[in-house]
């Protein structure tokens, strides 16, 4: 026999489509030919598949060795094709028979010495086998756990090539996944650590349950910090879809922990101001990779000193964070990701950031315009909630904590106020406030009595807020009535969600 083909799968951003991996052994000068648009990483598998083939005891076919993925018009990326490259190999030189590995994908790379190592991005690649009608795949070992969360299919690990010749030829059993649950991790912040900060800490609840941008704007040591990252433990745990969805992204970058179980709780990202646009929104040569936008899909981006990072990083995130996806175009290939995460964004007041506040700054009134002026309108536009913090006290600082509440409790009236916005939207398809269209907002029966609005409408008439403005603060007033357990928000509603938005009176 001089042809063999076994399965594999190819990912193009987060979408895996089934590939072919063919061999064709023929007379000739001895020579291997790959085709099917491989990338740099696959080209070399020639060089690592024949080391890892002849170092497992195998015999190496001195012929001209064409390989062929298809379909041949998708660009291939990576190490994953190196364990069907071989096995296709060998089958094709007749050294194995491949009746066992039918309709079965394999995927891993090759150690020289024939170890199978771990890849990145198991996850999607077994969703798509597992869409496709595939029920088997077989993937190294290290990425077992994984890959077995994909329910419906069959999983097999092995840890070097001699265990799957072992397979192939004698029948021997391969590795089982661990499918035991890993221990719980520890728990994070605590909002109850949080001193003082009545507004910010209300800030955060409406954010949480409407799904909102923030921005926290107060001089060093206020806890705009403290309070960002506790934002995620006001969320609630991720359902099946979203933890695929967010696992899977996880598993392209390879920052999936040890154990590839499903990321159930929300993702929180903070990148260095120094962050390039590439490292935010999504880059690298070849296909684009996700950046921290799209590792915090379903969950938290933190921007601290957010007036530091450059201009071009800052203008990149408004569409993803409008549309809730970013799309990459590279010379090899399109790809999008998903990106609908909260953006939280920290500043102080101004360059000198006395601790002191506003009455102790040493800044020029041009030098504070300047400043925050990095932040443009545009970006601030799609800010729902934007709040002034001031220093704390030393009664707040030295209250007992035992006294404030905990993120458990607040979590408790977030997932409370979810449950009515899920209830409410489901029939268009939503589930959040902040994901609500505009005009849904402003049709029957959505849209609010018009003297529940006179003051929003007067603002709008006057240039003092915008359409996007209009909408966001309509989508903030349903959520603190959701908080407080009303059907429509009322005036105060109204009011609250201005002074939260424009961070009047605070």
């Known amino acids: 026999m001089s042809y063999a083909k ?90 194995l028979p491949l009746l066992p590995l039918e309709r079965v994908v394999v995927l891993g790379e090759l150690g020289l010495d024939g170890t199978v190592r771990p890849v990145r991005g198991v996850l999607p690649m077994v969703a798509a086998a597992a869409r496709a009608g595939v029920e088997r795949v077989i993937v190294p070992v290290d990425n077992a756990a994984e890959a077995a969360v994909i329910p419906g299919v069959r999983v097999r690990a092995v840890d070097t090539l001699h265990r799957l010749v072992a397979f192939v030829r004698d029948g021997v059993p391969l590795i ?143 569409q993803p964070l409008e549309n809730g996806r970013v799309q990459l175009a590279r010379s090899r290939g399109g790809t999008e990701y998903p990106a609908r995460t ?30 925050l002026g990095r932040l443009s309108g545009p970006l601030l536009d799609r800010i729902d909630v934007q709040v002034r913090l001031l220093p704390v006290r030393a009664a707040e600082l030295l209250e007992v904590t035992a006294g404030r509440e905990s993120s458990a409790t607040v979590a408790r009236r977030v997932a409370a106020a979810r449950e009515a916005a899920r209830d409410r939207w489901e029939p268009l398809g939503r589930r959040l406030n902040a994901e609500i269209p505009g005009p849904d907002l402003r049709r029957p029966p959505w849209r609010l009595a018009r003297d529940d609005t006179a003051e929003l409408r007067s603002r709008l008439d006057s240039g003092a807020v915008s359409a996007r403005g209009f909408d966001r603060i309509t989508r903030l007033a349903w959520t603190i009535a959701d908080l407080d357990g009303r059907d429509r928000p009322d005036r105060e509603d109204v009011r609250e969600a201005i002074q939260l938005r424009t961070g009047e009176g605070t």
């Open 176 to 318: 089982e996944p661990d499918t035991a649950d890993p221990p719980p991790g520890p728990d994070g912040p605590d909002l109850a650590d949080v001193a003082g900060q009545d507004l910010g800490r209300r800030a955060l609840e409406v954010a949480a349950a409407g799904g909102h941008h923030l921005a926290l704007l107060g001089p060093p040591g206020a806890g705009k910090t403290m309070l960002a990252e506790r934002l995620p433990s006001l969320l609630p745990r991720l359902d099946d879809e979203a933890a695929l969805e967010v696992t899977a992204l996880h598993s392209i970058a390879g920052l999936l922990p040890a154990g590839g179980r499903l990321l159930r709780r929300p993702p929180f990202q903070a990148p260095h101001h120094t962050a390039t646009v590439a490292s935010l929104v999504g880059g690298g040569s070849g296909l684009a990779r996700p950046g921290a936008v799209s590792l915090a899909h379903r969950g938290v981006l933190f921007l601290d000193e957010a007036p530091e990072f450059s201009n071009g990083a800052l203008e990149a995130l408004r």
């Open 6 to 95: 076994v399965l594999c799968v190819g990912l193009v951003g987060v979408t895996g489509h089934l590939v072919e991996v063919e061999a064709d052994l023929a007379p000739g000068l001895p020579a291997v030919v790959i085709s099917g648009l491989p990338d740099t990483a696959l080209h070399e598998a020639r060089d690592r598949v024949r080391a890892a083939v002849v170092n497992s005891g195998q015999r190496w076919p001195n012929r001209r060795i064409t390989l062929n993925l298809l379909p041949a018009t998708l660009p291939k990326f990576g190490s994953a094709f190196d364990l069907a490259i071989a096995a296709a190999l060998l089958g094709g030189s007749g050294e």
């Open 342 to 371: 909260q953006l939280v964004l920290a500043a102080n007041p101004c360059p000198c950031a006395k601790p002191a506040g506003d009455a102790y700054c040493e800044c020029a009134p041009q030098v504070r315009r300047r400043y």
